[in-house]
């Protein structure tokens, strides 16, 4: 049969392990084991596969009838509070709604991630809800074709990626800025110092940026350090810059773990977050109270962005209609000020 045919009738599997120069069982299992064919050869099949239409018109749906009633959920970093939290509400959510979740930490590692999608794929879940370890907006593993050929949706948490066929919940970072800006105007601030994530993330940049358009002329300086959204990374270049320069007026910390890593480089350097210098955190700092700490912060509702996400999962999972989306939650400023010593 002539290429040409396949569109003036069914595409069958066979077609696919013909283009391929594969047998039909190998065809098979890189659909429903992609873990077991070679990366050279499932690479040839999927491209046999998409070019003569085969899984997203014809397999795609049949192979995936079935419900599994199951959601896989991969985090960068379930030690990190926000998406610690944000997994077991997620998880919670998704048995209200009479789905079981799979679990998986990625520890910021693209090697891990790869090997956990390919997993999630093979426990046929019906959709994977990712938030990606990397914050480039452009990151663009190949999972992500595989994904789109075998009709598993899925939702993008917190970093954004510009793929298409994915749905997201994020969070504002933009107006994350503009808040915590606007209250360090209210407070009178003079000199800032913003902690931030890489210099290339998204995240990093809009808060950054949100910062400075709500400061602008109103502080006589901000000094921008450049770390990543680790509380290790984040100590290091505050404790780099208090061993060159005076301690700001405020400091701002772009997520919770640089926040952390604040405070111990000012613990370090015997300086008092009560009364020689103020921290403003995009994130909350889970637990800080009980050690005395009360900081004014930007909070995020993760209820809501748990309610959505799963939400959205179920929707694209039960229904073939259901387009990708995009859902924005905007974060709440908590003003909790320091007490001051008399």
């Not at 696919?16 to 047998?23: E, Q």
């Not at 379930?78 to 944000?86: S, T």
């Not at 998880?91 to 693209?110: I, N």
Request: net charge neutral; aromatic share 8%; charged share 25%.
């Amino acid at each position: 049969m002539k290429l040409a045919d396949h569109k003036s009738q069914k595409v069958t599997l066979e077609n696919v392990a013909a283009l391929a120069n594969v047998s039909k069982i190998t065809a098979s299992r890189a659909f429903s084991q992609p873990d077991k064919v070679h990366p050279e050869t499932l690479k040839r099949i999927l491209e046999a596969a998409d070019k003569i239409g085969y899984v997203v018109n014809t397999v795609a749906r049949s192979l995936r009838a079935k419900s599994s009633k199951t959601i896989g959920i991969v985090t960068p970093d379930m030690g990190n509070p926000f998406f610690g939290g944000l997994a077991k509400l997620m998880t919670q959510e998704a048995y209200h709604v009479g789905y079981d979740t799979l679990v998986f930490d990625s520890y910021e590692s693209k090697e891990n991630e790869a090997r956990i999608i390919e997993k999630l794929i093979g426990y046929n879940v019906d959709a994977i809800i990712l938030s990606v370890v990397s914050s480039d907006r452009f990151y663009k593993p190949a999972y992500f074709r595989q994904l789109e050929l075998l009709n598993i949706p899925v939702i993008l948490v917190d970093r954004e990626v510009d793929i298409k066929q994915c749905s997201g919940v994020y969070i504002d970072n933009l107006d994350c800025g503009l808040q915590a800006g606007r209250f360090l105007q209210s407070q009178g601030a003079k000199k800032v110092v913003i902690v931030s994530g890489p210099e290339d993330s998204n995240v990093a940049r809009d808060r950054v940026t949100g910062l400075n358009a709500a400061l602008q002329s109103s502080v006589d300086k901000v000094d921008i350090l450049y770390a990543d959204f680790l509380m290790d990374e984040a100590y290091k270049v505050t404790d780099n810059y208090l061993q060159h320069h005076k301690a700001p007026d405020y400091f701002v910390g772009c997520n919770n773990q640089i926040s952390l890593g604040i405070i111990k480089a000012c613990i370090k350097h015997q300086i008092s977050l009560r009364d020689d210098v103020a921290l403003f955190s995009i994130d909350e700092v889970s637990y800080s109270s009980i050690y005395g700490f009360n900081f004014p912060c930007i909070s995020h509702d993760l209820q809501e962005i748990a309610w959505q996400v799963i939400n959205m999962a179920v929707r694209r999972a039960s229904d073939d209609t259901a387009k990708p989306a995009k859902v924005i939650v905007r974060g709440k400023l908590t003003a909790i000020l320091p007490e001051r010593a008399l």
